[in-house]
């Protein structure tokens, strides 16, 4: 089937099998491995990529079920070449990654939730990363890195 | 180190985030590939089964199956595992778990290699299976190896203990019963393995031991080591999950018949449950002895651990338990048994804390329960009993190094999760709910152990312009040691951290430094670039050269090596613990929890609202990652607490995947307070010990403590679910696993235990056919 | 069947996606959100040779109220039902419930629809529709619209009276009335992404109780003894709570699976229902 699909501003139409899905599409088919999958049953939120600017599950998607939308990974955030986004700047600085094979998924759940919540609590920060799972961190520093990036202007 | 520090002991961010954060392809299983084809490993359909039949013909004909690897394409020893290889690398006789491998496929794309996978007929003659470790030990259980099931017995006697319990006060007698905790690496195992042009065979895979994997690849392969080379860094996590091989050697094997094209496995999340190792479930019957005036007088302990269908690192886990089952308390008295025993439960082997956890729980609730009985304060009355330097631990070890016991102590006394304990259970709100604080405290063994070559090394490069390459074995599977790394090297060249790349866990760069298991990568990465870093100093000495830019020029004119190697041996103890291989430790890490937890009375659901977590690092190299490693550790305890177990009935899996085996995610996690004490180890690279291990320790014990301070029930399993809670403060019978019946199996199986005929004599089989490699001879 | 040999449809009208199930019945299934189908589908279940995607048909993403009937489009995702106002004012009890589904990346892609046609006993959606007594709308090509009252319309785990040519349109339902009580509980191994071993969903006035459970039976249940008392009561003290809530054991009927025993799911029918009625009653 074909579909034709804008990946972090660029048009991509390719034929795909049905089956393919989006995480398999954004991974293998354009070689965008920023975007990772952890548990493939949608839990971990590893994979989480933006799709018309909402949150989602690229490993619960099928890459048909994407012709004609906007998909953004982690790859899509940073502006330039050597320049980190506010919110990866955050993460950094706050140490909000240990491994990192989460942190895109992180990344991605917090754009649009940023967006539509700039001044969050800390409670509600912990709410909003509930549907991403960090082996590692604990996620205290994933909040303060958030709360870190809101102070700065949401991470917009 | 009085002078003054550049780098070590900043905060510096990690050298890793800025690519990390990209999403830049940092980890091997992101390898960009050319015309790459796909390997998948046919697990097997029984626990436990004789194989009468393996038949590929019908896989090797569908269309795009490049290869169908059996037992019979092992060209070396057809076994692994890192103390004796026990395992199967393609099972040909039986197969013993679920997880164990008997085929290997490579295809064009991975449906095809899974439709291979249904196309090989295995005939099975399914055979009685042992899935419960302390009927494993009795005779006439189902053997899972023709030498028996007791893999390791471990016995250490000390002490007049009979006399101590017929004097004692206060005896305290449970059974505990601790689960299979799941890594769950965000990573699964996966990697790339190719032959490439030159003959040699590289391997791409997150692991935490390079060298041995290596060893291990080139044993099954028959191959000369040097002609390997494992790429092992970065992992997306592994908590000594990828300790053991995970898929190298399928890599291996699988690359040798792909014509020099890079085949890639990757495991789904459900088959990375099943074959990969687990922690160790254990049971662990202790009873504790103290005088009326609160002096411990004696540990008695019946220990069982499940190691599952193959050893991996049963032996040194159950060992490094019993080590600790003093804790960081005198004990006068010991009595001892320990049994690592095979059952057809999936396999277990190294976890963050290595079986201390397991027993440091049993330990804590005993002592808080001697507290309660004596009337005394559960803080105070540990106290009492701490091992001060000089003094002998529980298995008799001199406790000669730094030992922080005493300072850790009074941090979580000062820390307001116990300073303030009154006020804070007080401020619950909903009348339906209790509050309580519990505490912990541990010690941890640090390095390998007594008898076991523990070393380090690494290769430094001086760059043109100045900069520096730092090349060591040891991986960074995210606890920030490549930054530590960088920092020890910018300190001791006197350059700046950005001037430092560190290359890790590449065979083809830098010399064996180990592993990254066991609390040593800061100790052993921080030593090896120290001596290192003095000859590269002396290189820059030798030319006279006022900078690094200039004595690189200098070099290369004159025809110097501009690369120089260090190597280290690790300190150990003087004397050994008889009969216990690998103990005891020499250098040990500390640390101490309280934990403020609130039980609803209606459910039973616990929620830990804030832990108190005090380190002892000796130094803190980057008092940041202290902290990230510290809250880590906590929510891994978290889970192991009150949600985690892999359930495995009758050898089958009941949550593979991560919709049912649950972990924590950031609603159920505390808020950590993390307290630094800095106990100086002068053995250690500028006065530090380590502490990646820690924090997980005393988390179980510090929330079961505040569970009976909540509602004054103790939990004797883990995790503490709302069920088991409910059902604890109901009184309900099925809450009570400590039942004559078991009373009598318990001893039942100490006598079949002490009485088994073992085919390995204890404390033999261990030696490691390893040394370091020596590149300066 | 490989995977590959599967085909994903995209219907650009409600008519076309009709056609397609009437005319390959079985053999199709609807696609929605996909988050519990996927999952079903890796694991080698609901391997339909035919999926048609539904998710962003037009005709199945209102949200209105009329004539008495607040109705909601089949496809609206539980992301939308717990940012509606209309939700927040007319069923506060089904946006609690939709903001408990999952996470943020679940709610962004599932669907209300795709909750009843899942029919899982444990769907948290549903305890709220048996509690607004709500009707789900079926829609086929040869037999038009009808409505189905919820508690009808499950049959069993994963079974529903929804024909193979059927699809989901809508559910419709009454408001909830200003200033009544309710209360939505669940309880999961988890603090989120938790799978519920009991749910519960309440609505209390003054003569009026609806008590629907979740996770502890082949369907959600209404309790109804339960109910009977509640809108009977004419005090709730705290005595009184407790023993109507101690009824609820007798009115459900769990199962032990691996996160929780039948007794203690029993149990907690009870204990959801105790908390949650001193919760709103604030006894």
Redesign the interface.
Known sequence: MKVTVAVNGTYYTREVEPRLLLSDFLRHELGLTGTHVGCEHGVCGACTVLVDGQAVRSCLTFAVQMDGAAVTTVEGLTPAEGELHPLQEAFREAHGLQCGFCTAGFLMTLVPYLAEHPNPSEAEIREALSGNICRCTGYQNIVKAVQLAAAKGGGR | MTNQQTWIGKSVHRVDAPAKLKGEPVYMTDRPLENPCFGRVLRSRYPHARILRIDTAKASALPGVICVLTHKDVPGLNGFGIVIPDQPVLCFDKVRMMGDALALVAAETPEIAAAALDLIEVDYEPLPIVDDALAAIMPGSPLVHETGNIHLRTVIRRGEVAQAFAEAAVVVDHVYFTPRQAHMFLETEGGVGQLMPNGELHIWCPAQAAFRDRLQVARLLGWDPERIREYSSPSGGAFGGKDELTVQHYLALLALHTGGRPVKIHLSREESTVAGIKRHPFMVQMRTAAAADGTFLAQEAFVVADTGAYASLGGPVLNLAIEHIGGVYRFPSLNVEGYCVYTNNGISGAFRGFGVPQVLVALESNIDEIARRLGRDPLDLRRQNLIQRGDLSAIGNPMTTGVGNQAVLEALENSPTWKERTAKKAAVTDPWKRRGVGIGLCMQGLGLGKGIPDYGAAVIELLPGGKFKVGISIQEIGTGNQTAYAQFAAEALGCDVADVEVIQGDTGYSADAGTVTATRSVFTGGKAIQITAEKMVALLRSTGAESYAAAYAVARERGLETKVRGSFAWPEADEEIPGAFGLPHHIYGYGAQAALVEVDTLTGEVQVLEVASVVDTGKSINPMGVEGQSEGGVAQGVGLALMEDTVVREGRFLNANMSNYIIPTAGDVPKVETFIVEVHEEKGPSGAKGMGEVPIVPTMPAIFGAIYDAVGVQMFRAPATPERVYMAMMGDPSATEDTPALRARIAEGRRAGLAAQLHQTEGEGYAQPKGPEDEEA | M???E???V?PGSLTEALRWLEEHQDRARP?AG??DA??RV?EGQWRSPI?V?I?RLPELQRMDQADGWVTVGAAVTY?RLLRSELMAQTAPLLAAAARDV?????Q??GTLGGNLGTASPAGDTIPPLFALEAEVGLCSRGGGERWVPVESFFLGPGRTVRRPDELITAVRFAPQAPGERWKWQK?G???????S?VSLALRLQPGFARVAFGAVGPTVLRARKCEAWLSQAEAFDLATVRSIAQMAWKEVAPISD????A??RQ??AC??L??GL??VLAV
Do not use: C, D, N, P
């Not at chain 3, 999952?102 to 679940?106: A, C, D, E, M, Y």
């Not at chain 3, 691996?258 to 025993?261: E, G, K, P, T």
């Open positions: 490989l995977l590959s599967m085909k994903v995209a696609l996909a988050t996927m999952v890796k999926w995607e998710r992301g999952g996470s943020v990346q679940i962004a892609m309880l191994l988890r603090g989120a992404q938790a799978i071993m691996v996160r929780a025993s007794a203690y149990q907690m204990a959801l105790e908390r001193r919760e």
